[in-house]
């Protein structure tokens, strides 16, 4: 149990590094996150049914009420996946990635619906600290401006990405990640390409290459950690270590971009750092045994 929970921790934390680097693609690519959001998956799919047929790893499930249920999912992470990638394109990425991650504060409310109980106090503390980094990280609180765009859409995208894994926690865990993440990329896929079939001839091959290596390295591989880790520990514990993202996509933003963080994005980050290390090392005791690797 104890090499589960390890595993868990493991994959959560590779998966944050990365992410951390993915949401430069939102201004690197110039492109609508509308139009790169299927093409990335086209590259995220193939990847993942590649890794599914080398490892000759299962690839159906098990019974309908399971490709519902990753219907459900797949529709859930388009829609997140399209409002995060315009929330930075609107604003900037230090704001559109903040206001995502008041998922962490969302889901600490919205797992007990599902698992039953009440939120823990701890929990309670940690998710406002995280708020209240949050907070102090956003720039400017004028809501006629790109800013407030940047934050509706994040907010709303954090939304669908804490429902998002709670439900993945609840209905897929016992599928392994690759499997259950190509579903959920397939989905994406379908949705969103009749939306964007027009504009696939203008795209450049610097722009397909940038695709690839987004929906390779930075797409199938973090996701797929991710899922992995939603596999061995709670949601709410997942979704408070992965705030790091915010403190990893504004260094890299400032080193290769120049959007320089001010001094409250950095007062901001250290809370955000304080709790996802707090929830880290006690997540074991919340947590209890670690599900079995299927």
């Known amino acids: 149990m104890k090499i589960s929970f390890n595993e868990g921790l493991v994959s959560v934390h590779a998966a944050v590094i990365v992410f951390g680097m993915t949401t430069l693609f939102a201004k690197l690519i110039e492109l609508s996150a509308l139009e790169i959001i299927p093409l990335r998956s086209i590259f995220a799919g193939l990847a993942l049914f590649i890794y599914i047929l080398l490892k000759r790893q299962q690839l159906l499930l098990d019974n309908i009420r399971d490709y519902a249920w990753v219907g459900l999912l797949g529709l859930l992470l388009a829609i997140h996946w399209v ?85 993945q926690r609840n209905t897929m865990s016992n599928y392994g990640a690759h499997q259950s993440m190509f579903y959920q990329v397939l989905v994406v896929l379908v949705v969103l390409l009749p939306w964007v079939t027009d504009s696939v001839p203008e795209v450049s091959s610097y722009q397909w290459g940038q695709l690839l290596l987004l929906g390779v390295l930075f797409t199938a591989l973090p996701h797929t950690l991710l899922v992995n880790s939603l596999r061995f520990l709670k949601a709410k514990t997942v979704g408070l270590i992965a705030c790091l993202q915010v403190v990893y996509s504004a260094i890299f933003a400032a080193l290769i971009l120049n959007e320089i963080p001010g001094v409250y994005t950095l007062l901001g980050g250290c809370l955000v750092i304080a709790a996802a290390v707090y929830e880290s090392y006690f997540a074991g005791a919340d947590d209890g045994p670690a599900k079995p690797a299927a």
């Open 83 to 167: 409002a995060f990638f315009h929330s930075m394109q609107v604003s900037t990425i230090a704001v559109g990635v903040i206001a995502m991650y008041t998922y962490p504060v969302i889901t600490v409310f919205l797992e007990p619906f599902f698992s039953g109980g009440q939120p823990r106090w701890p929990d309670i503390i940690s998710g406002m600290v995280v708020m209240v980094g949050i907070f102090l990280m956003v720039p400017n609180f004028d809501w006629s401006d790109e800013t407030a765009q940047g934050v509706a859409w994040g907010v709303f995208s954090a939304l669908l990405f804490a429902l998002r894994n709670i439900l």
